[in-house]
């Protein structure tokens, strides 16, 4: 039992830190207004975070591999709360970029050590349940951290948030100190080793589907909150009810997407999954102006997205069930990328063509997910013939 609350807290890190990177979203328009900067300066912080996450977090777990967990865990969850403090106190739009950057290098550390030290702590036999509870903190972020954080962004000022972050971190920081074993580290994994995987065409393709269809998601998610605002005209407390909607939808997604996957198989979930998620993106521009019609498509459109992400996870696993671990961690990186990019071109789009175009931009990102799982799915099918062909059965003349 009290290793339990132990993953648990481990588990409300990970919601903190998943809160500080999702929240940009939900308070853009506030972001925007308060620092004087046009909506794609703003989304751009997302861009900043997700790229120094998705690069830097395998080069600071290879360097700091052989280090005392507790003392890892501590130290970057240390430097993720001065961040969270500097994006309070700073004031600018520059010193807070600066803030997302050391934010983001603290995070992604954070993350991966905690998910470590769940498993290492869990009792024999639970090591998969307690990787499950921290991950699930990451989800709780969009279905609690980022309606709530639009809810203080509304009431007091958008920085508040990362004071309160920044807060419950240092408590966080305090009771892992007392409770947290320590942890030997591991024999590091050459970056080498890792990127090796990528030599292979089959995995290659299959990181290219998280991706696309990470990178098509975040196209659209990154500029929810203007969007819903001036588009489709809801009000601040509607815009509220639709981010909790939004995240519910997700978790059910997600839970729903591992039953399916084990039902029904990890293609044919992943292409209707995918499937719904264009439908809905697609449905977004049409109604665009109904508020009561996309808030239905929303939560239409999250419950679809997120069926993938347990799919994905699970299907590049078996690609390569002997280095699970680094295919976790290349698709982590591969993910934070995506969400980089994604915002990066909605910016591009929102500045030249118009706001209400990164839904179906959005849904181009997901159709070409859709179209790389199809041709990786048949590489790795060939793949498993190949050595019948290779070597066929020779008659005696």
Not at 251 to 261: D, I, M
Not at 363 to 377: E, L, P, T
């Amino acid at each position: 039992m009290f290793k339990t609350w132990k993953i648990y807290m481990l588990a409300l890190i990970s919601f903190l830190v998943g809160t500080s990177e999702y929240i940009i979203a939900g308070i853009l328009d506030k972001i925007s207004a308060s620092l004087d900067i046009s909506l794609v300066a703003a989304g751009q912080l997302i861009t900043v975070f997700s790229l120094v996450y998705g690069l830097g977090t395998p080069f600071l777990i290879a360097w700091t591999a052989r280090w005392e967990r507790r003392k890892l865990l501590i130290y970057s969850l240390g430097l993720f709360v001065v961040a969270n403090l500097l994006a309070f106190i700073l004031p600018g739009f520059a010193a807070f970029v600066g803030a997302r950057v050391l934010m983001a290098l603290g995070a992604g550390v954070v993350v991966v050590t905690a998910l470590t030290v769940a498993a290492k702590i869990a009792p024999s036999g639970k090591q998969a349940s307690a990787i499950a509870t921290v991950i699930t903190g990451f989800t709780a972020s969009l279905i609690v951290g980022v309606p709530l954080g639009r809810l203080v962004a509304a009431t007091y000022d958008w920085k508040t948030i990362f004071a309160g972050i920044g807060a419950l971190g240092l408590l966080a920081m305090f009771i892992l100190s007392v409770t947290i074993p320590k942890t030997e580290g591991d024999a590091p994994v050459p970056l080498r080793e890792q990127m090796a995987l990528l030599k292979q065409p089959r995995i290659l393709l299959a990181l290219s589907v998280s991706f696309f269809w990470l990178g098509g998601y975040s196209i659209a998610y990154t500029y929810i909150s203007p969007y819903l605002l001036t588009i489709t005209g809801m009000n601040e407390k509607m815009l509220s009810a639709a981010l909790l909607a939004f995240g519910i939808a997700s978790l059910v997604g997600s839970k729903f997407g591992g039953y399916s996957a084990d039902k029904w198989g990890v293609y044919r979930t992943l292409m209707s999954g995918m499937t719904l998620h264009i439908i809905t993106l697609l449905l977004l521009t049409l109604a665009a102006h109904s508020p009561v019609v996309v808030f239905a498509v929303l939560i239409l459109w999250s419950f679809a997205a997120w069926s993938s992400g347990p799919t994905q996870q699970y299907n590049l696993v078996t690609m390569a069930p002997e280095s699970s671990g680094i295919m976790l961690s290349l698709n982590s990186s591969v993910m934070q990328l995506a969400m980089a990019a994604g915002a990066g071109i909605g910016g591009i789009i929102v500045g030249s063509i118009s706001l209400n175009a990164v839904t179906w931009i959005g849904a181009a990102g997901v159709a070409a997910a859709i179209v790389i799982n199809f041709v990786s799915f048949k590489l790795s099918a060939a793949e498993r013939h190949k050595p019948e062909r290779e070597h066929p059965v020779r008659l005696n003349a």
